[in-house]
Each structure stands twice: as structure tokens, then as C-alpha cells.
């Protein structure tokens, strides 16, 4: 055990040494990460605010005596009414972006509404041209169109309107607002966890396994009295705790970036403070602890068998799709913690720790999925002892 501990040590002051370490370990997470949320939130607050306030020509052809729909449109914020305009003009002047979205009202239109019939009118538009907004702005001013045509009607026929609403439908949700925010940022906290938890552990495993062999340290650490089981379980340790510290990292600088965006609402705000509790936080400690175990087995069983520090970043490479697709899978609707999903790796971390920061995990599938954690990450420690021992393996060329 003495040995192990000095592997230990040795190995986590040359890691510490290691510039591309740390900036993966600390600043990254601590300041880019809040940076990229707080920069990501401002920039869409902005291009928001510039797409509300852009001026949209739609371009309105009408073949009726009609004006109440034009007086609906104009009203509508930040629109300006192109007429004069033939059909053909219009549909090009959408293609070249010159033109923003297009009304058409028939002939027959009138006299349809007056008969009581459906009236048609086209509009046209671009969806991918400002997220449609030229569109909303249309079918709101035809939909305010709508509610008049239908009062007249209930009108000529002396119906109440309260007849077309039979149902007076009272929402009420039971759901806390500690259980809702919880449910919402439950998933995306594991996924930036998991990711940094993955980049704080590549680099030293890389460095500490074909680091070494580029180096040529490798062979004197194997000439000393220490065993491989004991090399192995040193370097594992030292991989396995700088990814933990990356993810437990990221996560405080995410939450730092609270503070930082001043239009939260105060009750958003102290529910979120609220669920940064010690049990919550203690709880993603224990989950995240076999996690970073495991991923430290297998970038180091990699970084063992690569042959210089670019193979094995290029051999490591593809693991991000491999971690990134389960977490994606637990954002999915429908999916919840049960007995099933608490087995699957990484699946059970994103629904359990939605669970934990609504308040509502229960007892049993944390012990599952913290077993089924603890069995990949045994897995992983097997594994790796067995590929370190393998002569084929450390001193492949």
C-alpha cells in the first residue's frame, strides 16, 4: 500500500507539472466554461432582441374590398406593408430575401366569409428566415381577423359565445419548483460533469502511460521494486482523481455564472441556490467517484498501448461519441429511473441525478445504479491491471 501511495504522489506532482493538465483541469472549467454559458445566454438575449425589433416587409396582394385584415397587420409590431406587388414579384422577392413573407387574399374570399363558408389566404415565408417570425407576425394578425369573423357570426345568430366553451380547464401543478427546475438542469449537470470528468482524465492518462514511453521513464519505473499491479493502481489513482476534480470544477463554475446573468428571476434563482444542497452535492460525489475510476481504466489501458502521446490521443478520440450518446438518451421524454435503466451505464447517472435535485430520488435505484457504477469501474481496474501485465502491450513498437 506504501508503494502505491509514493507511485501516487510521484505521478500527481508530474501531472501537476503538465501545463495541458491543468488547463483542462482547472481553467477551463473554472473561467471558459462560465464564460461560454454566460456569453451563450447574452448572445441569444441579443439576437433575440435584433430579430424582435427587425423590420420584416410582407408584402400584402389583395383581391377583395377587405381592409380589417391590412388594419390587423400594420398593427403588428415591426412590419411594413409592401402593396403594389404582383404574385410572381412576391414569391421571388422571398427567394432573394429581398421581401420577408407575403399575404395573398383571393377573389372569392369575401363572399365566402359572407356565406358563412371558409375563406382561404396564403402566406408565404421562409422557415429558416429569422426563426419564421415573419410568419408568427402573419397568423397573428389573421388569427385577431379570425376572432372578429366569428363574434360577428355569433352575432347574426344570436349564440352566446360561451356556447363554444363548454370546458373551463383549471391547470394546477402539483409538481414543487424545486422539482421542476431540478427535473429540467437534472440532465444537462451530468452531461457537463461526465464531459469534464472524461478531458480532465484524457491528458494525464495519455502522459502517464505514452508520455512515459516517449520519454523513456517507463522502463525505470518498472525496474523498481514496485509491482505492476501496484504501477497501475498509482497511475489509476492519480488519472482517476484529476478527472474528478475536473468535473466537480466545471460544475462550480457553472454555478458561479448564476451570478452573472442579471435577469434570472429571484424565486428561479433561490430555488436553484437551494438545490445545491450537501446532500445533493454529496450524493453526485459518490456517483461520479466510479465513474471517473472507470474512465481512468480505460484511457490509461489506452494510453499503455499506443505507441506515442498523438496515437493515443487519436485512439481516444472516438470515446466522446460513446459517452456523449447515452447522456443524450437520458434527456429523452419518456425516459425515468426504474430498475431497468438504474443498470445502464451513464443512462442511470442522468436520470438519477434529475431525481436527486428534484428531492424525489428513492433509496433503492441510488444503491443500484451506485452498484452497477462500482461493477463497471471493477471492470475497468481488472482490465487495466490485465493490459499493463501484458509484456505485447507496454513495449509494443
Known amino acids: 500500500m506504501n508503494i502505491i501511495i509514493s507511485i501516487f504522489l510521484k505521478e500527481l506532482i508530474d501531472v501537476l507539472r503538465d501545463r495541458r493538465t491543468l488547463m483542462f483541469m482547472v481553467v477551463i472549467p473554472v473561467l471558459i466554461t462560465p464564460l461560454l454559458v454566460v456569453g451563450s445566454i447574452k448572445f441569444q438575449e441579443y439576437q433575440n432582441k435584433k430579430s424582435d425589433e427587425k423590420i420584416l416587409k410582407i408584402a400584402f396582394i389583395n383581391e377583395t374590398d377587405d381592409v380589417i385584415i391590412k388594419g390587423f397587420l400594420s398593427e403588428q409590431k415591426g412590419v411594413e406593408i409592401i402593396e403594389d406587388i404582383s404574385l410572381d414579384s412576391l414569391e421571388s422577392g422571398i427567394k432573394t430575401d429581398s421581401i420577408q413573407g407575403g399575404m395573398y387574399i383571393e377573389k372569392e374570399f369575401l363572399s365566402k366569409i359572407s356565406s358563412n363558408n371558409t375563406g382561404i389566404i396564403n402566406i408565404y415565408y421562409k422557415s429558416s428566415d429569422l426563426m419564421s417570425r415573419s410568419k408568427k407576425r402573419m397568423k397573428d394578425a389573421l388569427e385577431n381577423y379570425k376572432k372578429t369573423v366569428v363574434a360577428e357570426r355569433l352575432t347574426n345568430f344570436n349564440i352566446d359565445e360561451k356556447l363554444l366553451e363548454p370546458l373551463d ?37 495519455i502522459d502517464l502511460g505514452a508520455g512515459e514511453k516517449e520519454r523513456g521513464s517507463l522502463e525505470t519505473l518498472l525496474s523498481s521494486p514496485a509491482t505492476k499491479f501496484e504501477i497501475t493502481m498509482g497511475k489509476l489513482l492519480v488519472v482517476s482523481l484529476t478527472g474528478l476534480v475536473s468535473g466537480l470544477v466545471s ?29 445533493m452535492i454529496f450524493s453526485v460525489i459518490i456517483l461520479m467517484i466510479p465513474i471517473a475510476i472507470f474512465f481512468a481504466s480505460m484511457l490509461l489501458s489506452i494510453s499503455f498501448y499506443a505507441r506515442s502521446f498523438k496515437e493515443a490521443q487519436s485512439l481516444m478520440a472516438p470515446l466522446n461519441m460513446v459517452i456523449i450518446v447515452p447522456l443524450f438518451l437520458s ?29 424525489s430520488v428513492e433509496p433503492i435505484y441510488f444503491i443500484e445504479t451506485l452498484c452497477s457504477l462500482l461493477f463497471f469501474a471493477a471492470v475497468g481496474i481488472k482490465f487495466s491491471v490485465y493490459w499493463f501485465n501484458k509484456e505485447n502491450t507496454i513495449f509494443r513498437v
Open 169 to 205: 380547464i383549471v391547470d394546477v401543478d402539483m409538481s414543487t419548483a424545486k422539482e421542476t427546475i431540478g427535473k429540467a438542469v437534472g440532465g444537462f449537470i451530468p452531461y457537463i460533469l461526465v464531459m469534464f470528468i472524461f478531458l480532465g482524465a484524457m491528458y494525464p492518462a
Open 251 to 279: 460544475v462550480l463554475g457553472i454555478s458561479s455564472s448564476l451570478f452573472f446573468i442579471d435577469n434570472i428571476p429571484e424565486q428561479i434563482q433561490s430555488t436553484i441556490m437551494e438545490l445545491i444542497n450537501p446532500f
Open 331 to 359: 434527456l429523452g421524454p419518456g425516459m425515468e429511473i426504474d430498475h431497468a435503466t438504474a443498470l445502464m451505464p451513464l443512462i442511470n447517472v442522468g436520470l438519477l441525478t434529475k431525481e436527486i435535485l428534484a428531492g
